[in-house]
């Protein structure tokens, strides 16, 4: 199967589809994975709180 836009982002506590190219949704994301957050505040809908 193709690889790509059905990939959830890799941060832990983040809803939102990963970017084309990255595991990630965002570059919040990117530099919050490592931190086990319990909310995700990249912004997107998803996960709005
Ligand atoms: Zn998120
Ligand atoms: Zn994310």
Known sequence: MPAQQ???CAHPACHCQ???GSDY???YCEG?????????NCGHPACAH
């Open 6 to 8: 059905n990939k959830k």
């Open 18 to 20: 990963a970017r084309p």
């Open 25 to 27: 949704c965002s570059t």
């Open 32 to 40: 919050e994975a490592k931190t086990a957050d319990i909310q995700c």
